[in-house]
């Protein structure tokens, strides 16, 4: 169950694009369609954000998407906002019917 | 309104033990599977264990697994993890979470998590 694996993270102004990675293997992220993703601002509860690789749960704004090729799951969050600085963590389904999270992502919006 | 408050946490001893609570509302308690996920200090999100709906089946984290038993009780909408033989390095705020599904699955809603210290 080894933790998957992210960048530290990444920044963008407002108004532009970014895309964090969570790249898995075959018995995790690479195996299944059930990666989902967090975001957790300082001294909160992690949020739902992307569940079942491309879902947004209801009230989740349609700036944030999801997506997966083979071993590698992506975040991508448009139009980026002040409000979306944050850190973000992505999860995935195992072989061994547990979940596993990413190292987690600190996003500096600049 | 979902809601979930866990209680319990606290200073031990290492090797010392805990009973983790967390109190339920706001939604079926029986349709859903509940979980545990961790945050050390400063540190990432761990996830920690899952129970069924109906309790008849649990699931951990190798870290834990053998130390931590996960329960709930339906009637009194509560879940619970306790935790034995604990180590420095399972300090972290302790956070209770309601599943999408009736299984092991994404977690919709969150507590806001009870500080679990182990330090002699």
């Known amino acids: 169950q080894s933790a998957l694996t992210q960048p530290a993270s990444v920044s963008g102004s407002p108004g532009q694009s970014i895309t964090i990675s969570c790249t898995g293997g075959?018995?995790?992220?690479?195996?299944?369609?059930?990666v989902s993703w967090y975001q957790q601002h300082p001294g909160k509860a992690p949020k739902l954000i992307i569940f079942?690789?491309?879902y947004r749960p209801s009230g989740v704004s349609n700036r944030f998407s999801g997506s997966k090729s083979g071993n590698t799951a992506s975040l991508t969050i448009s139009g980026l906002q002040a409000e979306d600085e944050a850190d973000y963590y992505c999860?995935?389904?195992?072989?061994?019917?547990?979940?596993?999270f990413g190292g987690g992502t600190k996003l500096t919006v600049l | 309104e979902v809601q979930l408050l866990e209680s319990g946490g606290g200073l031990v001893q290492p090797g010392g033990s805990l009973r983790l609570s967390c109190t339920a509302s706001?939604?079926?308690?029986?349709?859903?599977?509940l979980g545990w996920v961790r945050q050390a200090p400063g540190k990432g999100l761990e996830w920690v264990s899952c129970?069924?709906?109906?309790?008849?089946?649990?699931n951990y984290a190798d870290s834990v697994r053998g130390r931590f038993t996960i329960s709930r009780d339906n009637y009194k909408n509560t879940l619970f993890l306790q935790v034995n033989s604990l180590r420095a390095e399972d300090t972290a705020t302790y956070y209770c979470?309601?599943?999408?599904?009736?299984?092991?699955?994404?977690?919709?809603?969150w507590g806001q998590g009870t500080l679990v210290t182990v330090s002699s």
């Open positions: 979470a309601k599943s999408l599904t009736s299984g092991v699955a994404d977690f919709d809603y």
């Open positions: 706001g939604f079926t308690f029986t349709n859903y599977a």
């Open positions: 129970i069924s709906s109906s309790g008849d089946r649990t």
């Open positions: 075959n018995s995790d992220v690479g195996g299944y369609n059930y």
């Open positions: 079942d690789v491309t």
């Open positions: 999860n995935s389904y195992t072989s061994i019917n547990t979940r596993v």
